[in-house]
């Protein structure tokens, strides 16, 4: 009876260690954001938020419009606003076997996958990649898309 007892102590004790892990994960919030592309090369919201004490975003993006992503392909890349061109440039570069976004790219905070109609993707990154109070552009860098397809997510 006694190392039935002792064995069941040391299970409470395994049980509680298991836990500690997850307590010290209470404070992670992960904050869900949507944005739609279309078939008319535009994104439906101009403008995203992230609240101050989000620690992480999972944004998806839904291509909404019916054309292949060879012929109207969105993406997702949130950049500082001052590496926008720099960034589409390097996209344009890279391709679309790299989803138009250049391998490695540092001025690249976070991007999803190029999708084409009917399709979606989805990203998630933490928000110490941004700094609170911060305003930030997202933009599509599929050639010649970024002029109206791009936004600004404020975080805090
Ligand atoms: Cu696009």
């Known amino acids: ?12 004790l395994v049980g509680a260690a298991a836990v500690f892990p997850a307590a010290a994960n209470a404070a992670d919030k992960v904050c869900k954001l949507a944005i739609s ?6 994104y439906d919201k101009k ?3 992230v609240a101050g004490d989000c620690t992480s975003v999972e944004l998806t993006l839904t291509h ?3 054309l292949i992503k ?4 969105h993406n997702w890349v949130l950049v500082n606003t001052p590496d926008l ?7 344009m570069s890279a391709g679309p076997a790299n ?10 905070l976070a991007s999803t996958k190029l999708v084409g109609g009917g399709e979606s993707a989805t990203v998630t990154f933490p928000t ?29």
């Open 70 to 73: 060879e012929a109207m392909g």
């Open 99 to 108: 989803n138009y976004v250049a391998p490695g790219d540092k001025k690249v």
């Open 85 to 91: 061109s720099a960034v589409a440039n390097a996209g």
């Open 47 to 49: 403008e995203l938020a």
């Open 128 to 156: 110490s990649v941004l700094k609170k109070g911060g305003s930030y552009s997202y933009l599509c860098t599929f050639p010649g898309h970024n002029s109206v397809m791009r936004g600004v997510l404020k975080f805090g």
């Open 64 to 66: 909404t419009g019916k």
């Open 37 to 42: 592309g279309t078939d008319s090369m535009t």
């Open 1 to 12: 009876m006694r190392v039935i007892r002792h064995v069941l102590a040391a299970v409470a």
